[in-house]
């Protein structure tokens, strides 16, 4: 079994984008944040992503937004970083509170700007495959580290464990995308899915992204499996000083020595969010130079 370290492979990519943001003449990128509210996970999500732009050297820019604000007052501060030539990409926070349509909101960001690749226009871009669109982050983050980690995909099985908008499908359609990571067989399962261990044994690789901690049992995989845990989910633990600790959306101990590869949690596919963040960014304000 060999343990996918996806601190380790963000690393190497953000050092790829320093060296090459350090080779820029004049101006540099800039990433803008918006975050509606205080929620603590969401705080703690933005603060990583200005972090890590400011170790590449990509500037960036803190919008906060109480957690009432209405649509027109949302949509008012996107619009105007859409106008401002200075912002290359525009990243909003979710969750966004229940009264604020985050597929609108999403889709209020220019396609040029859209780093979080959320926007419809980008998302249909991904099932084109039209390579000048965004792909959303995580998905992305995906793909690196089955490349980096020398995962075959070509003819394999790759079983999808949820069907969300920012995870399951973009996956899905990278996994059987003419090209590689991809040209996969894909099945997409879900909460509707009738006889879920009778599917997710046929996957040579699996991607968990249902949310639900623990939920991937060692007797629902084969063995030689590679296994992509997108799950992040807390657990109540009495032994940590925060008293919870946080697990994947596959039981660790019970899979990982039937796995041919495996991402841990924390340390697996969340680092590797933030860094195609970052690349997406960079990727944003060489177009926007171009035109």
Not at 262 to 280: D, F, K, Q, R, Y
Request: with cysteine.
């Amino acid at each position: 079994m060999k343990l996918i370290d996806g601190n380790a492979i963000a690393e190497s990519i953000i050092a790829e984008l320093t060296a090459e943001v350090s080779q820029l003449s004049g101006k540099k990128p800039v990433v803008a944040f918006i975050r509606v509210g205080k929620d603590p996970a969401s705080v703690s999500y933005v603060r990583k992503k200005e972090k890590t732009a400011e170790r590449i050297g990509i500037g960036s820019r803190l919008y906060l937004l109480a957690e009432d604000v209405n649509k027109e007052e949302l949509f008012a501060q996107i619009d105007a970083l859409n106008d401002d030539p200075e912002v290359n990409g525009i990243l909003i926070q979710a969750p966004l509170p229940r009264h604020i349509d985050e597929t609108q909101t999403f889709n209020r960001v220019l396609p040029s700007k859209d780093v979080d690749g959320f926007n419809t226009l980008n998302i249909g871009k991904l099932c084109q495959e039209d390579h000048q669109g965004f792909v959303a982050c995580t998905p992305a983050g995906i793909v690196e580290l089955i490349e980096r980690s020398g995962i075959e995909t070509e003819g394999k099985h790759v079983v999808v464990l949820g069907r969300s908008q920012i995870v399951g499908k973009p996956a899905a359609l990278l996994m059987m995308r003419k090209a590689l990571p991809g040209n996969a067989t894909v099945t997409v399962c879900h909460s509707r899915t009738k006889d879920l261990p009778s599917i997710t044994r046929q996957a040579d690789v699996l991607i968990a992204a249902i949310g639900r901690a623990n939920f991937v049992t060692g007797n629902m995989v084969k063995e030689g499996v590679a296994v992509i845990d997108v799950g992040i989910n807390r657990v109540e633990d009495s032994t940590k000083k925060r008293g919870y600790r946080l697990v994947g959306d596959v039981e660790f101990e019970a899979v990982a020595p039937k796995s041919s590869h495996i991402t841990p949690v924390p340390g697996g596919v969340g680092p590797m969010t933030v860094a195609m963040l970052m690349h997406n960014t960079l990727r944003a304000f060489k177009a926007a130079k171009v035109t």
